[in-house]
């Protein structure tokens, strides 16, 4: 049973319980079991030797989460090959995949925590009444350590973009 922690954010206004540990900067980044939009499995391991930050949104099909993930698309480009950045969501892999190609989004990996909700529990984004991710970005550098943690504590409000691209950049 995942730790649950009650009124850490809210989701649309109302208080939601998030199942699963709060991390914190400096914290070894906790390893999961994601799928890719080919249905092929995705882990921390798979990644490892780059900085990566992770985007997570509830669903790309809404109005923030769309725009979070374009803008990381768009910061990816300047960020370099050794940055990886990676949207977690729970919708279907051919949702993100249709998404992506109807989005243009080419440079952010979308991976799919629909099945086990095994990344929002290990970070401590998973809404337990929704079913869905609260919105996140966790940086990690190239040694698996977080080097930059933020919970958004409205889910519809925006991350803090610059702040999470500073970070992938001082992990270079």
Not at 22 to 40: Q, R, Y
Not at 88 to 116: E, M, N, Y
């Amino acid at each position: 049973m995942a730790q649950e922690r009650e009124g850490a954010i809210t989701f649309k206004g109302n208080p939601v319980t998030l199942l699963g540990p709060e991390l914190k900067t400096g914290d070894p980044a906790p390893d999961f079991h994601v799928l890719a939009n080919d249905l092929s499995p995705v882990t921390l391991v798979d990644s490892k030797g780059s900085v990566r930050i992770f985007s997570v949104v509830p669903s790309l099909d809404t109005g923030v989460c769309d725009a979070q993930t374009r803008r990381f698309n768009e910061e990816a480009v300047n960020l370099g090959d050794n940055v990886k950045v990676i949207t977690v969501s729970v919708d279907l892999p051919f949702a993100q995949k249709r998404w992506c190609g109807a989005a243009g989004i080419d440079r952010v990996q979308t991976v799919s925590d629909h099945r086990d909700l095994s990344f929002g529990t290990a970070y401590g984004v998973a809404i337990k009444e929704l079913r869905l991710l609260a919105r996140a970005v966790f940086v990690v550098d190239a040694n698996d350590k977080l080097v930059h943690v933020e919970y958004v504590s409205e889910a519809t409000h925006h991350p803090d973009y610059e702040a999470a691209v500073e970070a992938a950049k001082k992990a270079l």
